[in-house]
């Protein structure tokens, strides 16, 4: 039997919220969608995350870590224009996409995530859901 990569969460506006254990299983076509990914927000996840464009990328924040290494993926993805927010580590287990979405609570947002709104302290769910999303 085949694993399904990802899973449908909801639809908020046009965007899809897909929810994946690991930041690899990241497709083509997830782009211009909201991700929820399981996965730490390390360089090496940041290398998956930043290859198609999301309309928002969610990932754990592993404790943040030496130098912020559990969020750098936060960084580049701000580069390339992507909002991205970290979840707290104590609030959902890594590689644990549902209960991300179930239990995330924002940590850290990154420049284009502020715009759109999200602040640490919100409940992911609840953040993504309750706010318009630009087409």
């Not at 990569?5 to 046009?14: D, H, P, Y």
């Not at 969020?71 to 580590?89: F, N, Q």
């Not at 209960?99 to 409940?123: K, M, R, S, Y």
Request: aromatic share 6%.
């Amino acid at each position: 039997m085949e694993e399904m990569r990802s899973t449908l969460a909801a639809i908020v506006g046009v965007r899809r919220v897909l929810l994946l254990d690991s930041i690899t299983w990241l497709a083509e076509d997830d782009a211009g969608h909201i991700v929820v990914s399981g996965s730490h927000g390390g360089r090496s996840a940041g290398d998956y995350a930043t290859r198609w464009p999301l309309a928002l990328c969610c990932l754990n924040d592993a404790g943040v870590g030496k130098d912020r290494a559990g969020i750098v993926a936060l960084d580049m993805l701000e580069s390339r224009g992507t909002p991205a927010v970290a979840y707290g580590h104590m609030s959902a287990r890594i590689g644990d996409a549902r209960d991300a979405w179930q239990n995330g609570i924002v940590t850290h947002a990154n420049a284009q995530a502020l715009a759109l709104g999200f602040e640490p302290g919100q409940l992911l769910q609840e953040a993504i859901t309750c706010r318009e999303w630009p087409t």
